[in-house]
């Protein structure tokens, strides 16, 4: 380990041999990782089968044995962090636990097996398990109807985005405006402008939240909706929510809900009864199915009556031979967006967790990630700047105000808790605050876990008061240091290069190429 780590080290998983990953250089030809058995038929060239199709540029291949190959690859899954080896407060994300029975229970045969274009009466249980959920998140959100078809929260809005125009375009006008606060998370002002709308942006008020008069200001008739999220992107429930629903349904403008922040709301109260008329989820948010390069997401779109007619189809219904079947006759539909049905893997996942929590555990999941969230505002608010003094919900936004005076900012601290054995906290998001330290700890940390994040961070403020230098040039304990971000962002490096003859890659030459 290195020496400039003065902390307590906690887990330290990464195994750090920086000589290990040369597998290029390893390489030495006819070296096999397989044995294949002899021919009994005649050999045959790939040129022969494929002719000019064959490929000719097939650069440079490392020629390994088995146990080379799975040894590198073992390797770099531990040069990465993941929730399964510790605490991931990485806000707005909502990394919770994956529990293994939704793993179990997507990869059961008839399930995992099962084919897009099996009939419909070979189907029943597929349907049933869509149809089943379609009915658990409209209970949960208090909607009146659903599509399960978008691939992520973003292709969500986008969905959602598609109904409201829809539904203003039938009242003969598809409005021009959509209103988002200055807090919302960038994907909402995307999808607007997307689905071909202006962007107006809201001001939001001293506590963070919508401030009416500007609203009332805003709205008039051409105003599609307002994209708001609830609770905020930084963790603050809108409490005028029913006036704010009321200001816009005054003018005929809907109110579409961001839900990606159901973790703070599920079991607690519904967006239907507060005055959304159309919303997403986040399955791989709020409902645990994996994300972050863990899996694809799952974006379910829920809306009122008014907006039904419009949903994506085909639309799973009941026949009146009491089967399930897919509907594809609904003449004002937006059409399709996601080839088959959307991602059937985690509808089983959410499924699962939904039914494995019940409505009283989905309630206490949600009062633990709120108390959590409360539990490290509480224990940090000495160290770091509160910017809003709103209650906060299941996340929790500091600044770095107080550590900038010693040029340690939110990015440097973030990366000193890579030492300490975490994941950073969201840097810099949302906007609205500079330097954000964006803290969202789940229901799934226990108050030991929790703890030991506090202490992290209390050294780390320490550290920044101290010694700055140790923190500013942080990560020290990981394989790679501190990268050159822009260039990491602007010219990635994404596969290895075979490097000029005679100057084979070095971990050095390596850090530095990437
Ligand atoms: C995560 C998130 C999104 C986007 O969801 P994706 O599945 O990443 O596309 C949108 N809005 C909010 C508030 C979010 O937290």
Redesign the pocket.
């Known amino acids: 380990m290195s020496e400039k780590f003065v902390g307590t080290p906690r887990k330290v998983s990464t195994h750090v041999n920086q000589n290990e990953d040369l597998i290029f250089e390893k390489s030495s030809p006819g070296k096999k990782a397989y044995r294949l058995a002899e021919l009994d038929v005649p050999a045959v060239d790939a040129a022969s089968l494929l002719g000019e199709h064959t490929r000719k540029d097939l650069g440079v291949m490392p020629e390994l044995s088995e146990i080379e190959i799975i040894r590198h690859f073992t390797r770099l899954s531990t040069w990465n962090y993941a929730i399964d080896l510790g605490m991931y407060p990485l806000g ?3 990394m919770k636990y994956n529990p293994r029975i939704n793993e179990l229970v997507s990869r059961l045969e008839g399930l995992a097996e099962a084919h897009p274009y099996q009939p419909e009466s070979l189907s029943q249980g597929a349907l049933g398990i869509m149809k089943l959920l379609s009915e658990c998140l409209i209970e949960i959100t208090g909607m009146d109807a659903i599509t399960l078809q978008p691939a ?6 986008f969905t959602g985005i598609l109904l409201a125009k829809a539904f203003h375009t039938a009242n003969g006008n598809p409005r021009k405006k959509i209103l988002i606060p200055d807090s ?2 960038g ?2 002002p995307a999808t607007a402008a997307v689905c071909g709308y202006q962007v107006a942006n809201l001001k939001s008020n001293a506590k963070g939240m919508v401030d009416l008069a500007e609203l009332e200001k805003a709205v008039d008739e051409d105003v599609a909706a307002l994209m708001l ?1 609830n609770p905020s ?1 930084i963790g603050v429930f809108e409490s005028d929510i029913h006036k704010i629903a009321d200001i816009l349904h005054a003018k005929g403008a809907l109110l579409y809900m ?1 839900g ?2 159901m973790n703070a709301l599920c079991g607690k109260t519904r967006p239907g009864d507060f005055g959304a008329d159309v919303m997403h989820l ?1 399955l ?2 709020t409902f645990s199915t994996p ?1 972050g390069g863990g899996g694809p ?1 799952s ?1 379910p779109v829920a809306c009122k009556k008014i907006l039904e007619p419009f949903l994506p189809t085909p639309v799973v219904v009941e026949r009146e031979n009491g089967l399930l079947g897919l509907e594809y006759n609904r003449p004002q539909t937006v059409g399709r967006v996601r080839a088959w049905y959307g991602n059937f893997g985690m509808f089983i996942r959410a499924l699962a967790y939904i039914l494995a929590n019940g409505p009283d555990g989905l309630r206490q999941t949600t009062e633990d990630a709120v108390l959590n969230a409360n539990y490290l505002r509480a224990k940090l608010k000495h160290l770091f700047d509160l910017p809003f003094d709103a209650p906060s919900m299941h996340e929790v936004v500091f600044s770095d105000k107080r550590q900038t005076k010693n040029g340690v900012k939110t990015g440097d601290m973030g990366k000193r808790l890579i030492d300490y054995g975490f994941h950073a906290y969201t840097v810099s998001f949302p906007l609205v605050v500079p330097g954000a330290m964006m803290i969202e700890p789940t229901e799934s940390e226990s108050k030991e876990e929790l703890d030991l994040l506090v202490d992290a961070l209390e050294q780390i403020a320490r550290e920044a008061d101290e010694n700055p230098e140790i923190v500013k040039t942080a990560p020290h304990t990981t394989r790679l240091q501190r990268l050159d971000e822009t260039t990491a962002a602007r010219k990635p490096v994404l596969r290895w290069k075979a490097p000029a003859a005679a100057t084979p890659l070095t971990p050095d030459s390596a850090a530095k190429e990437w």
């Open positions: 707005s994300c909502t992520a929260g973003a292709h969500g809005e919302a998370h994907t909402n999220t992107t961001d990606a922040n986040n791989h948010k994300h997401g974006g």
